[in-house]
Structure formats: structure tokens, C-alpha cells
């Protein structure tokens, strides 16, 4: 039995030091807001030594369909907890861009350049089958967020308090016609065509 463990670990170790690819969804938040989602976008995580990784955020879209490149942060530490669930930091200022693309100019990266590293935070979980990862970094003076393998909820920036019932069409969330408003958000449509959510307290 003891040698059947000494043979897993060392295929687990073996897997991380070559890199193991992870592939999820990614969401992106940039200057002005403007958020992106993407699917099958990958990350690899590769063990340079004892508790030390790089990790690498393949083909980066920190704006709208331009690929910038991949991202890489090095000198991230691991530590694992009582539930086998391994958590990555890292006190790197910068990431660097490797094998960029020409779309990139238009973020200002150039192959091996810098962005500030603002924060970075993952977790693989025990089974090492699930790896989540949040960034933050700032390239062309404005703050990019990703977050990669999570689920995202999306907030409803813009909600008009309800005066009146002079409606035309009224919606739930689900897109169910409903006769009258509802408590909490609708959807509806007025006389002259235009549509919006509609808050009810």
C-alpha cells in the first residue's frame, strides 16, 4: 500500500511540474466597465520548484475580441489546507506578455512587456480537477479584471422604480406575460415601443 501511495505521489507531483492546462470559463472587466465573457479559455499551472508555480493565462482578452497574448505571473506560492484544497498567492508587482499578438498594440503590450499586477488570488481543489483564478492588473492606465473558472452574476445596472401602471406588456424574469407588476423586477414595455426593467418595492 505504501508503495502504491509513493507511486500517486509521485505522478501528482510529476503532472504539476511539466503543467497541468485547465480549461473554463473566463470573464473580463475593463476600463469603463465593459465586461466580456468567454468560453474555453485555458490556464496552465506549472510547478517551478517545492511550493513555488507559474501560472499562465492563455491567449488574454482583456478588451472585446483583442487577444492580447498570454499573461504570465511568476513566483506564486502555494499552500494546502487540511481539506487537500491548495490556495496560490503571489507578492509579484508584474506580469508579463509573452508570445503577443498584433492586436495587442492597441493595449500597448509588446512581446515581454509588464502590466501592474494589482492582485491574484487561486484555489485547485483536492481532487486537482477544478482550478479558480481572480487577477486584477493595469495595462494603458486602466484596471483589467479576470476571473476564470468561476460563475459571474451579473447585476442589473440600470432599475426605474415603478410609478404607474400605464403599461403595455408586462414580463417576468423567466419572460412569462404576466397581467399586472409583480414585486421585485419586471419587464415591460410602454405605448411608445420602448422596453425596460421596472423595480416594484
Same mark, same amino acid.
Given at each position: 500500500?505504501?508503495?502504491?501511495?509513493?507511486?500517486?505521489?509521485?505522478?501528482?507531483?510529476?503532472?504539476?511540474?511539466?503543467?497541468?492546462?485547465?480549461? /473554463?470559463?473566463?470573464?473580463?472587466?475593463?476600463?469603463?466597465?465593459?465586461?466580456? /465573457?468567454?468560453?474555453? %479559455?485555458?490556464?496552465? $499551472?506549472? @510547478?517551478? &520548484? &517545492?511550493?513555488?508555480?507559474?501560472?499562465?493565462?492563455?491567449?488574454?482578452?482583456?478588451?472585446?475580441?483583442?487577444?492580447?497574448?498570454?499573461?504570465?505571473? /511568476? +513566483?506564486?506560492?502555494?499552500?494546502?489546507?487540511?481539506?487537500?484544497?491548495?490556495?496560490?498567492?503571489?507578492?509579484?508587482?508584474?506580469?508579463?506578455?509573452?508570445?503577443?499578438?498584433?492586436?495587442?498594440?492597441?493595449?500597448?503590450?509588446?512581446?515581454?512587456?509588464?502590466?501592474?499586477?494589482?492582485?491574484?488570488?487561486?484555489? $485547485?481543489?483536492?481532487?486537482?480537477? %477544478?482550478?479558480?483564478?481572480?487577477? +486584477?492588473?493595469?495595462?494603458?492606465?486602466?484596471?483589467?479584471?479576470?476571473?476564470? &473558472?468561476?460563475?459571474?452574476?451579473?447585476?442589473?445596472?440600470?432599475?426605474?422604480?415603478? /410609478?404607474? +401602471?400605464?403599461?403595455?406588456?408586462?414580463?417576468? $424574469?423567466?419572460?412569462?406575460?404576466?397581467?399586472?407588476?409583480? @414585486?421585485?423586477? +419586471?419587464?415591460?414595455?410602454?405605448?411608445?415601443?420602448?422596453?425596460? %426593467?421596472? $423595480?416594484?418595492?
Amino acid at each position: 500500500m505504501k508503495k502504491v501511495l509513493s507511486i500517486v505521489f509521485f505522478l501528482m507531483t510529476t503532472l504539476c511540474t511539466f503543467g497541468q492546462v485547465f480549461t /473554463d470559463d473566463l470573464h473580463v472587466t475593463s476600463g469603463g466597465g465593459r465586461t466580456t /465573457d468567454y468560453t474555453q %479559455k485555458e490556464v496552465e $499551472l506549472k @510547478r517551478v &520548484g &517545492g511550493s513555488r508555480y507559474k501560472v499562465t493565462f492563455k491567449k488574454l482578452a482583456p478588451m472585446a475580441y483583442k487577444t492580447f497574448g498570454d499573461f504570465v505571473i /511568476d +513566483n506564486v506560492m502555494s499552500k494546502v489546507d487540511a481539506d487537500g484544497v491548495t490556495t496560490f498567492t503571489t507578492s509579484t508587482a508584474e506580469g508579463k506578455w509573452v508570445n503577443v499578438t498584433s492586436s495587442a498594440a492597441t493595449g500597448g503590450v509588446t512581446e515581454g512587456s509588464k502590466s501592474t499586477l494589482t492582485s491574484f488570488t487561486a484555489t $485547485l481543489s483536492a481532487d486537482k480537477s %477544478k482550478f479558480v483564478a481572480e487577477l +486584477n492588473f493595469m495595462t494603458m492606465g486602466s484596471d483589467v479584471s479576470v476571473v476564470f &473558472g468561476k460563475q459571474i452574476d451579473t447585476a442589473i445596472n440600470t432599475l426605474t422604480t415603478a /410609478d404607474d +401602471n400605464t403599461y403595455v406588456e408586462i414580463y417576468n $424574469l423567466g419572460g412569462v406575460r404576466i397581467q399586472h407588476l409583480q @414585486r421585485g423586477i +419586471n419587464i415591460v414595455r410602454t405605448a411608445n415601443g420602448k422596453v425596460k %426593467k421596472l $423595480l416594484v418595492k
